[in-house]
């Protein structure tokens, strides 16, 4: 059996940790998780560790354990749940988790992997304390996942041997996202309102690049602490019949958005504090639905993202390119549609959900 861990796996930003719970290992997978019994329910056993002062052993039977205080009780509550199972691997996900968890998998005699995944690659390795404990778990450890190549060699420089990391992107289900309607001069942003998106510069970048085009229409999805002083931008330069922010929205109306856009935009940048991103999901999504992408040279970005070739890439912080970009494929609808057919190609060859679980399981010797 296998075990996977994580904070959540109901956030909508991180669609990656169901897909892992549902490739890696199909219906041989348990689940440990710091939310709570209301959490949607996942397809196997699921440890919650989010009710003080009892946990939830078993989401079927809801069997109790009293005195576990988040992951500060004893180990051998949660070490038990992986022995009752027959866990013979566990990954976590996020370093800041898998630090946490390692005595309980080391307590299980289990074979242990954690999988980065951006700000735990970026700004968490800033503190010096955070860079101990790292150090600590590259050593127990038998194995860490990384998106990209960018942040697999930020974790090299702080002490991860080399030959224990594997790039593995977070991918997407080629099946679910169908060639775009790709209507002209429809755009689509899909991200956080957070400093690493920069969602100010794309929709800066887009309103003087649309000026000159009634039709041209910018719908962004997502929501976050820079969200208001966006919705003012827009209420203030009179851009409603442009722009419309939609704020937090399911999966399902990101993919509906996507069969009606031909462009995607996103500006990611690293954040003063440190935080990067890792490999955007969204961006990969937008890639298969054959929508030309105008994106940021950021992280592991031009892994995925070749330009001229898939999309448009830009330098962070620089507003006037983006602008440039997106004005060039508003008026070129033939590049268009040539960046998104080479993209889809790419993207749905490369970076499958089902290519990097196949990844993780031959690392963690998992029979499929």
């Known amino acids: 059996m296998f075990a996977l861990a994580s904070a959540t796996f109901s956030e909508n930003s991180q669609t990656f940790v169901r897909q892992h719970g549902k490739l890696i290992a199909p219906n041989r997978t348990v689940f440990v998780s710091l939310e709570t019994p209301k959490a949607p329910q996942l397809p196997g056993p699921h440890l919650y560790l989010g009710e003080k002062p009892a946990v939830i052993i078993d989401a079927t039977s809801r069997r109790t354990?009293?005195?576990?205080?988040?992951?500060?009780?004893p180990n051998h509550i949660i070490a038990g749940f992986l022995r009752e199972h027959g866990v013979t691997a566990m990954m976590a996900e996020f370093g800041g988790l898998g630090y946490k968890l390692l005595p309980a998998a080391r307590k299980a005699d289990c074979r242990y992997f954690v999988h980065f995944h951006g700000y735990d690659a970026s700004k968490e390795i800033r503190k010096p304390k955070t860079v101990r404990r790292y150090q600590k778990l590259f050593k127990q450890a038998e194995g860490f996942f990384a998106p990209?190549?960018?942040l697999a060699n930020k974790l090299i420089e702080i002490g991860c041997p080399e030959d224990l990391i594997t790039i593995t992107p977070c991918g997407i289900e080629p099946d679910a996202f169908q060639l775009s309607d790709r209507i002209p001069q429809r755009?689509?942003?899909?991200?956080?309102?957070v400093e690493k998106k920069a969602?100010?510069?794309?929709?800066?970048?887009?309103a003087s690049a649309a000026k000159d085009w009634p039709n041209a229409h910018l719908d962004f999805i997502g929501d976050g602490p820079l969200f208001e002083d966006c919705k003012g931008y827009v209420a203030e330069h009179a851009l409603s019949d442009k722009i419309t922010l939609h704020g937090a929205a399911s999966h399902q109306k990101v993919q509906g958005l996507m069969q009606k856009a031909s462009c995607f935009l996103q500006h990611s940048v690293t954040a003063a504090d440190g935080d990067i991103e890792g490999l955007p999901v969204a961006i990969l999504e937008a890639?298969?639905?054959?929508?030309?992408?105008?994106?940021?040279?950021?992280s592991g970005i031009p892994e995925a993202v070749e330009d001229g070739k898939h999309g448009i890439l830009v330098d962070e912080h620089d507003a006037a390119a983006m602008e440039t970009a997106i004005r060039t494929l508003l008026e070129n609808q033939q590049t268009v549609e040539q960046l998104g057919d080479q993209a889809r190609v790419h993207v749905n060859a490369?970076?499958?959900?089902?290519r990097s679980a196949a990844i993780i399981r031959k690392k963690m010797s998992l029979h499929p």
């Open 350 to 354: 490369n970076f499958s959900a089902a």
């Open 187 to 193: 755009c689509l942003a899909v991200g956080r309102f």
């Open 199 to 206: 969602p100010h510069i794309t929709i800066s970048a887009f």
């Open 287 to 298: 890639m298969s639905s054959g929508l030309a992408v105008v994106t940021t040279r950021h």
């Open 65 to 73: 354990v009293s005195g576990l205080n988040q992951l500060r009780g």
């Open 148 to 150: 990209s190549r960018f």
